[in-house]
């Protein structure tokens, strides 16, 4: 028994759910965060990341500037590297990557193509 000495009582609110998923995928990522502000920085952790598909989080446009599959490849000198942005609303996909997918991607507004219908790498 509590008393709340006429105060209104709540029963406490515990949100015992775990991102197991999210934060084993995490785990095995590159933090762009790390590497804020130093595009070398940057390119020798996606180079050096294990593994044939490159996952990296955290990204912003301060580090490296506004990313495509161009720009994405420049920095990581792997088959596949997706970058996510630091908001997840953005990923991008280097040319390797791109090429990967590029059967499942539709024509809708979130996949960016550039002048001539090509997507961007920018999803």
């Known amino acids: 028994m509590v008393e709340g000495h006429g105060d209104a009582l709540l029963p406490g609110l515990h949100d015992h759910h775990l991102h197991l998923l999210a934060m084993a995928a995490a785990a095995s990522s590159v933090d762009c965060g790390v590497h804020a502000g130093d595009p070398d920085g940057l390119a020798a952790a996606l180079r050096s990341a294990p593994g044939t598909?490159?996952?990296a989080v955290g990204y912003?446009?301060?580090?490296?500037?506004?990313l495509d599959r161009q720009g994405a490849r420049r920095m990581g000198a792997r088959p596949a590297v997706r970058v996510q942005h630091r908001s997840g609303a953005l990923w991008i996909l280097n040319s390797?990557?791109?090429a990967?997918?590029?059967h499942i991607l539709d024509h809708s507004p979130e996949v960016e193509r550039d002048?001539?219908?090509r997507p961007t790498g920018r999803l």
């Open 53 to 55: 598909w490159v996952r």
């Open 96 to 98: 390797p990557a791109l």
């Open 60 to 66: 912003h446009e301060r580090t490296a500037g506004h």
């Open 100 to 102: 990967l997918v590029h």
């Open 115 to 117: 002048a001539v219908g």
